[in-house]
């Protein structure tokens, strides 16, 4: 479903962010991404929607290079595409169904979606997917007046209201507490199963990607160290993943 060849990304100033990163995740694979700040974790899976774009070599999904896309083509293959965000990115003042129906904007009518109209199958659709990251009680509060935890279901919902055969998550539950992340979690990995949806999840935490990933990638100075099967990923190889020594007798969340 997704595939790197020799991806490459030199920022200007002359940072090498990603070294030639050749990699290929099946679909319906949930990957988590693990390494320290400044390890290629986050540039690695912009480059998957062209947020980012590579230097050198390109991504495909679905077997078509969205780094060679353009325009219109771009537009739909990252209508496909769903993101979550480690700042939730939601509109704050506006009403939790609002902010998921803004998932629907890459497939209806720009003109009506403006006015705020939406179909009677889309209303359904955003207020299912609420329904399936247990807040469907939520539906007209304000972004804001959720938690944390709450509006991180919100962006599960929005991305899921794409019905995207690919996701992305860029630190998901970097600022929420342990139970929460695990919820958050939970919730993420149980919908990619439902729907056979393909996720890049970029973690920090070691115990987080061991409990929840069918497959660990470590990152470290841009380049791939590790890849393989969460049981395969033992302290020993998280400590060359991180470059320094984990400690055993501490929570492993910790260790990033």
Do not use: W
């Amino acid at each position: 479903m997704i595939e790197f060849r020799n991806t490459q990304v030199t920022y200007p100033g002359g940072l090498r962010a990603l070294k030639g990163v050749t990699l290929e995740v099946p679909k319906g694979q949930f990957v988590v991404v693990v390494g320290l700040s400044g390890a290629g974790k986050s540039t690695l899976i912009r480059t998957v929607n062209n947020l980012v774009v590579p230097s050198g070599g390109e991504v495909l999904v679905g077997g078509q290079s969205v780094t060679q896309a353009r325009s219109k083509a771009l537009r739909q293959m990252r209508a496909e595409i769903g993101m979550i965000f480690q700042t939730f990115n939601l509109v704050k003042r506006s009403t939790v169904l609002r902010n998921v129906l803004s998932g629907r904007l890459g497939q209806v009518n720009p003109y009506t979606s403006l006015l705020g109209i939406f179909s009677k199958a889309d209303l359904a659709l955003a207020h299912d997917c609420l329904h399936r990251v247990g807040i469907p009680e939520k539906a007209f509060a304000r972004a804001d007046a959720l938690s944390g935890g709450q509006q991180q279901r919100v962006g599960i919902a929005r991305a899921l209201a794409q019905q995207p055969k690919v996701m992305l998550a860029d630190e998901p539950v970097a600022s929420l507490d342990p139970p929460t992340s695990h919820a958050v979690l939970s919730d993420l990995k149980r919908i990619a199963r439902e729907d056979g949806i393909t996720t890049l999840v970029n973690l920090h935490f070691i115990d987080l990607a061991r409990d929840y990933a069918d497959r660990i990638i470590g990152m470290r100075d841009g380049l791939i160290v590790f890849d393989g099967a969460p049981e395969a990923a033992t302290n020993e190889v998280f400590e060359e993943i991180y470059g320094r020594p984990i400690d055993k007798e501490k929570d492993l969340r910790g260790a990033a």
